[in-house]
């Protein structure tokens, strides 16, 4: 079964920094490309960006480039998302996805379950 | 960030059929293929439609899509109560080379 697992909630605080992780199972990790979306509470889905984790050829959607990194590492097939200065507007659900099309993407399956953020003071 | 726009909410009886509208532009629905993702409460979204009217194995033909120009549309029969949820369609934009996602839409048995 082709799952993608995400690292555990965390409770941080502004300025703090923050990586959190996505690992594949069940297909060849570095040859399906990997996205990441935030959603904040009771809000809907914003594409964030996605990675090759065979090169970690990375594009960003504009609103998330220099807010967040996203990178892989294919010999643990995991991918990472991480911020270096988190803000309390980062207080978010982030879901990892597998682009089941290459690129571009035109569908995602599966999804990660989730990793919950909250930067609070 | 959303460039496709869906109803807030559509709500209909058990057994009874609903349609939601997926509406973009030329640059996202009109040149790319349509997705459709459905998201029950307090879990990850999960993947109903592929390539504008293609059902992944496992999801039953209650659930249909269809594009036609820059509109793509979901269609659930035979509601059910576990058919609550929200539903986001998703494409490609191939103008601000990011993929895109609707407003979403909280269907009501």
């Known amino acids: 079964e082709v799952q993608l697992v995400q690292s555990g909630a965390e409770v941080k605080k502004p300025g703090e920094s923050l990586k959190i992780s996505c690992r594949g199972f069940?297909?060849?990790?570095?040859?399906?490309?990997i996205a990441w979306v935030r959603q904040m509470p009771g809000k809907g889905l914003e594409w964030m960006g996605i990675?090759?984790?065979?090169?970690?050829?990375?594009t960003y959607n504009p609103p998330f480039q220099g807010q967040v990194t996203i990178s892989a590492d294919k010999s643990i097939s995991t991918a990472y998302l991480q911020w270096s200065s988190l803000k309390a507007s980062d207080t978010a659900m982030y879901y990892c996805l597998r682009s089941g099309s290459g690129y571009p993407p035109d569908w995602f399956d599966p999804w990660g379950q989730g990793t919950l953020v909250i930067v609070s003071s | 960030q959303s460039v496709l726009t869906q109803p807030p909410s559509v709500s209909a009886a058990p057994g009874q059929k609903v349609s939601i509208s997926c509406s973009g532009s030329r640059s996202n629905i009109g040149d790319s293929y349509v997705s459709w993702y459905r998201q029950l409460p307090g879990t990850a979204p999960k993947l109903l439609i592929r390539?504008?009217?293609n059902r992944p194995t496992g999801i039953p033909d209650r659930f249909s899509g269809s594009k036609s120009g820059v509109s793509a549309t979901l269609g659930i029969t035979g509601l059910q109560a576990g058919d609550e949820a929200d539903y986001y369609c998703?494409?490609?934009?191939?103008?601000?080379?990011?993929?895109?996602f609707g407003t979403g839409t909280r269907v009501t048995v």
């Open positions: 998703g494409a490609w934009d191939n103008s601000l080379n990011t993929y895109v």
């Open positions: 990675i090759y984790p065979a090169d970690s050829d990375t």
């Open positions: 390539e504008n009217k």
């Open positions: 069940g297909y060849t990790f570095s040859t399906d490309w």
